[in-house]
């Protein structure tokens, strides 16, 4: 009587796979899609910045209109990501731990940002802050300018990072669970106290992920603070702003200007992307 052999079983980890010539055209697919929609571009900016030495890069880096927009770029930054930190914080502890009417609503109004172009949220300011808008004209009358102002970098740049803190919070908050809290409660522990030795601790690693990217979010941003800014040299100028502004400028030293803060964009991202990549595993490892 013959046996049939049960198949053999293969290990985790050794799966069988395909043909090596299948798996050299993927990795040359992949490489060379990174290397025409990144590495290509970077490269350009680079070697336009540095073409004719570093002396025009310092002649850049002095320009005063350069520096007014990198310190109005780095105070609404700043600034937005502080709102957005206090306020997400509160919305995921709001959506995760309470039920209560209009809950699904407001989860999803988190992500609309990330749904409409940011040039729409720009309009959408206009229309509530601007000359005839809902309290444009209250505010008018009160001395309080938001359009065409630093107030109105800040709420659009709030208003196009906001879901960023959010969604990094909320899934360590509903892993954590409230067994924790709720113990702390019984032991007569308040709100603050709750917070402060439960809550942050459980989510440092996610808020600390949330945070670097609201901030590279709100330094990159354009489109919303292209139509609120009037992108004023040296008053509401932000880097972005410059890099557009000047690069369609005539000139060898307005185009420099361009490249240069470009430049430092870039590098400020890619500082960005360390500080993220450090930061995952920690949080993984939570």
């Known amino acids: ?27 040359i697919i992949a490489v060379g899609y990174v290397l025409g929609l990144v590495a290509l571009p970077v490269g350009t900016v680079v070697q336009h910045t540095f073409e004719n030495g ?32 206090v306020f997400g914080i509160g919305i ?5 731990r309470y039920r209560f009417p209009g809950r699904r609503l407001l989860n999803a109004i988190i992500d609309l ?27 008018n009358s009160m001395g309080i ?11 659009a740049t709030v208003i196009v990072a906001l879901p960023l803190v959010v969604r990094e919070v909320i899934p360590v908050l509903e892993e954590a669970g409230t067994e924790q809290d709720q113990a702390a409660q019984s032991l007569g522990a308040n709100g603050f106290q709750r917070f402060v030795r439960i809550t942050l601790p ?29 992108s004023v040299a040296g008053v509401s100028q932000t880097p972005t702003l410059f890099v557009n502004d000047a690069y369609q400028e005539f000139g060898a030293q307005a185009e420099q200007d361009a490249f240069t803060a ?9 500082l960005f992307i360390v500080v993220i990549a450090l930061l995952r595993p920690k949080e993984q490892n939570q």
């Not at 690693?205 to 609120?228: D, M, N, Q, T």
């Not at 470009?262 to 890619?270: G, N, R, S, T």
């Open 1 to 27: 009587m013959k046996t049939t052999r049960a198949p053999r079983a293969v290990a985790p980890g050794r799966r069988r796979s395909g043909s090596p010539l299948v798996r050299w055209v993927l990795r």
């Open 113 to 139: 940002p990330v749904s409409i172009s940011p040039i729409v949220v720009g309009i959408a300011l206009i229309f509530v802050y601007g000359t005839n808008g809902w309290f444009g004209p209250a505010l």
């Open 202 to 230: 459980t989510i440092r690693w996610a808020l600390a992920y949330g945070v670097v990217l609201s901030l590279a979010r709100s330094l990159g941003e354009f489109g919303a603070v292209r139509v609120v800014s009037g």
């Open 262 to 270: 470009a430049f430092l964009l870039m590098c400020v991202a890619v």
């Open 145 to 155: 300018q938001i359009i065409f102002a630093t107030p109105a970098l800040v709420l």
């Open 54 to 85: 570093l002396e025009p890069v310092l002649e850049s880096l002095r320009n005063p209109d350069f520096q007014a927009a990198a310190r109005l770029g780095v105070f609404v930054a700043v600034i937005s990501v502080l709102i957005n930190t």
């Open 92 to 96: 995921s502890i709001l959506i995760v």
